[in-house]
């Protein structure tokens, strides 16, 4: 299956180059984080067409999903 990517902030250099990894069926978004090389302790936010999901999340083929840092502000 298919899966586009978008990485933010801090994680953008882990974006897989146009947007898009294939997965094996039944994958997580944790197996699409170990799969791009990126620590887990990193990423803070993980949503799966727009709405917010779990790392255990099971992903179907052609979802968006966009992994985002802790991100600080004031």
Same mark, same amino acid.
């Given at each position: 299956m298919q899966v586009q990517v978008s990485c933010y902030?801090? %994680?953008? #250099?882990?974006?897989?180059?146009?947007?898009?990894?294939? %997965?094996? #069926?039944g994958s997580t978004p944790a197996d699409l984080i170990r799969h791009l090389e990126i620590p887990m302790d990193e990423v803070k936010i993980i949503f799966v067409n727009g709405k917010s999901a779990d790392p255990s999340t099971r992903l179907n083929d052609q979802d968006r999903v966009g992994i985002f840092p802790a991100v600080g502000g004031g």
């Open positions: 902030a801090t %994680l953008s #250099p882990f974006s897989p180059q146009g947007g898009l990894v294939d %997965l094996d #069926p």
